[in-house]
Nanobody, 125 residues
Framework: QVQLVESGGGLVVSGGSLRLSCAAS????????MGWFRQAPGKEREFVAF????????SYGNPVKGRFTISRDNAKNTVYLQMNSLKPEDTAVYYC??????????????????WGQGTQVTVSS
């Protein structure tokens, strides 16, 4: 069992930066690949980024490539999402999630068995 708690969301002007954190609890939290997703009002949940359990492999959704960076500190059981050059279209609730091993594509919500409660990010123009 893994519990996930996101933090770091807020209101920022276009072009600004935010860093989200996802604190994981549970004995085996550091063994999970971790993802970030986001969901804007009226839209489906969208893949943002993924990082493997070791941190050696990452992937990003096309809308955020080159602007967002995912990282993790396994000693602290925490995953981060550094978001730079934010745009109004980045406005959404951001969720972190723990991936179930061998469960399919890391960009698919169905591959994740544990989810946080989400943190709101609002980017004003």
């Amino acid at each position: 069992q893994v519990q996930l708690v996101e933090s770091g969301g807020g209101l920022v002007v276009s072009g600004g930066s935010l860093r989200l954190s996802c604190a994981a609890s549970g004995r085996t939290a550091s063994t999970y690949g971790m993802g970030w997703f986001r969901q804007a009002p009226g839209k489906e949940r969208e893949f943002v980024a993924f990082i493997s359990s070791s941190g050696g492999s990452t992937s990003y959704g096309n809308p955020v490539k080159g602007r967002f960076t995912i990282s993790r500190d396994n000693a602290k059981n925490t995953v981060y999402l550094q978001m730079n050059s934010l745009k109004p279209e980045d406005t959404a609730v951001y969720y972190c999630a723990a991936r179930v091993p061998f469960s399919g594509s890391s960009s698919s919500t169905s591959a994740y068995g544990y989810w946080g409660q989400g943190t709101q990010v609002t980017v004003s123009s």
